[in-house]
């Protein structure tokens, strides 16, 4: 039973961060890290937006998926790091300028993942109950606020080095489009804006009868510029459901 508890998957991770430094050591970070590299760029995302597409649909279990693999990767890279600067103090002395640039590293490494974690603790601590005149800004609590400043200053340092690739540039924007537009999708039981209905009731029209109508004269503008809605409905039927609601 102690291995279905949060402790021992955050020591667990830990661990397993230690003993890739070790592994490092004995042959290079490029060797050590080439398995761990391909699931940073491919599988850990994949993971990550089918949990948070989950979330929207409105199943609470996928948040707290997508918060445990976010841990996961924070404390392995943290372990990582710690093991990384123990066999460093072994083999001998460690100049600031290598610890400052290593740590410079690290931090742009994890500032992503770390952002990601605060965004997620922070969505259940939302209380709409008292939400009010000026909607969920003042309802936000300090751990989205820090994953905000995070995320956006990990890509500023970014830009200055100019040194990142694109991909990574790009993924700071998805996930700050993310952070401002999923979180009223992930913690509100139903939509809660009139236009956001009138598009789901287009989207719907479009899904029963497989084109435009250009004699509707109500919101005909909707038949004239259908690209959007059209996307919609295929969303819609890839993802198996009925309404677009």
């Not at 890739?20 to 080439?34: D, F, I, M, N, P």
């Not at 008292?130 to 340092?157: D, E, K």
């Not at 700050?176 to 809660?192: K, V």
Request: glycine share 10%; charged share 15%; aromatic share 10%.
């Amino acid at each position: 039973m102690s291995r279905g508890t949060w402790s021992y998957y955050r020591s667990r991770c830990f661990a397993e961060g230690m003993s890739k430094a070790a592994v490092c050591r004995l042959t290079s970070s490029k060797r050590g890290l080439e398995t761990e590299r391909k699931y940073l760029k491919s599988a850990i995302p994949r993971g990550f937006g089918r949990y948070l597409g989950h979330a929207v649909q409105g199943r609470p279990s996928a948040i707290i998926a997508a918060m445990a693999l976010t841990i996961g990767v924070v404390m392995t890279g943290l372990g990582y790091t710690v093991g990384h600067a123990r066999l460093s103090r072994m083999t001998g002395p460690v100049r600031p300028a290598d610890v400052v640039r290593r740590l410079g590293r690290i931090a742009g490494i994890m500032a992503l993942p770390v952002a990601i974690a605060l965004w997620l603790v922070s969505l259940p601590r939302i209380r709409l109950d008292l939400i009010g005149a000026y909607g969920l800004v003042p309802l936000l609590p300090l751990t989205f606020w820090a994953a905000m400043a995070v995320l956006l200053v990990s890509y500023a340092a970014k830009v200055r080095r100019g040194t990142a690739r694109a991909w990574l540039l790009g993924a700071h924007l998805i996930v700050l489009i993310t952070f401002l537009h999923a979180a009223p999708c992930a913690i509100y039981g139903t939509l809660r804006y009139s236009w956001a209905w009138k598009h789901v009731g287009v989207t719907d029209f479009f899904l029963r009868h497989n084109g435009i109508d250009a004699s509707i004269r109500e919101l005909g503008v909707y038949q004239r510029w259908p690209g959007f809605f059209t996307l919609h409905a295929m969303l819609v039927k890839a993802a198996g459901l009925q309404t677009a609601g």
